[in-house]
């Protein structure tokens, strides 16, 4: 009796994930996609399609341009606690591959590595003043999230320099910087992004487990860009500081 139970037992668990690997996929969307868009109210997801195991799904996040994001879920890996998929999303200007896993307990990013072109960058960024040329790599990107927030961040990030425009109801600024830098850590428990010209810093970029973001522009930001800052700061200096909301669908006392 000990081993029948034993093989029915094992036989309805491979039932399950065999049935949750082909399950469709817009089933499964159907069942955390209000959880999704509350966390993330500007979200658009447009299509889902194929299974858990292997499908796409074409989506738009604020004003960026939508993407496709293709999966491929490894089925043995179901049976050792967890999801590994290998990801692929494009876009227009956007290249990204990457490797994940998710468990009851987190979901991990790994091997996050490609290109984000700036006509990608500036259909968002130019409600905010902000035009940028050039090309942002991304350079082995890892991050780990607990379901709430980002636990573990690390991966290096080049940009090929290039004119980046600030304009204002008052002024245009522009400058022409040369080729930067940047590092991913997390800590705080905050999500740091430090943006550096020759191992100096130039601007850094916070995140918050509310949603917030913070962006501070070094002194010497303008000054290799070749404009002179009013009051003339000191290049190590925050000379002007800014801040959004970009995740609204954050709670304000995660932390």
């Known amino acids: ?57 074409d989506f738009q996040y604020q004003e960026f341009p939508v993407s496709y994001l293709e999966w491929n879920l490894d089925p043995l890996s179901v049976f050792g606690g967890s999801a590994d998929m290998d990801l692929n999303l494009t876009g227009e200007g956007l290249r990204i591959q990457a490797h994940g896993s998710i468990s009851a307990r987190q979901m991990e990013i790994q091997q996050f590595s490609g290109f984000v072109d700036s006509d990608y960058i500036n259909a968002a960024s130019q409600q905010y003043g902000l035009t940028f040329s050039g090309r942002l790599d991304i350079v082995r990107l890892l991050v780990t999230f607990d379901h709430r927030w980002v636990t573990e961040a690390s991966g290096k990030f080049n940009w090929d320099g290039g004119r980046v425009i600030f304009q204002s109801a008052a002024q245009v600024q522009v400058l022409d910087l040369p080729p930067l830098s940047g590092k991913l850590y997390s800590g705080d428990p905050q999500l740091h992004l430090d943006v550096q010209h020759e191992q100096e810093p130039v601007l850094e970029v916070i995140l918050k487990p509310t949603g917030w973001a913070a962006v501070n522009l070094k002194g010497r930001l303008f000054e290799i860009g070749g404009i002179t800052w009013p009051g003339g700061p000191d290049p190590d200096a925050t000379a002007l500081r800014v801040e959004e909301r970009i995740f609204p669908g954050l709670s304000e006392d995660s932390s």
Request: aromatic share 12%; charged share 10%; net charge neutral.
């Open 1 to 57: 009796m000990k081993h029948l139970l034993l093989y029915v037992g094992l036989g309805l668990s491979a039932f399950a994930a065999f049935a949750i690997i082909f399950a469709p996929a817009s089933a499964v969307w159907l069942l955390i996609g209000d959880r999704v868009e509350a966390t993330l109210p500007q979200l658009r997801v447009f299509s889902v399609d194929g299974t858990v195991w292997s499908g796409s799904s």
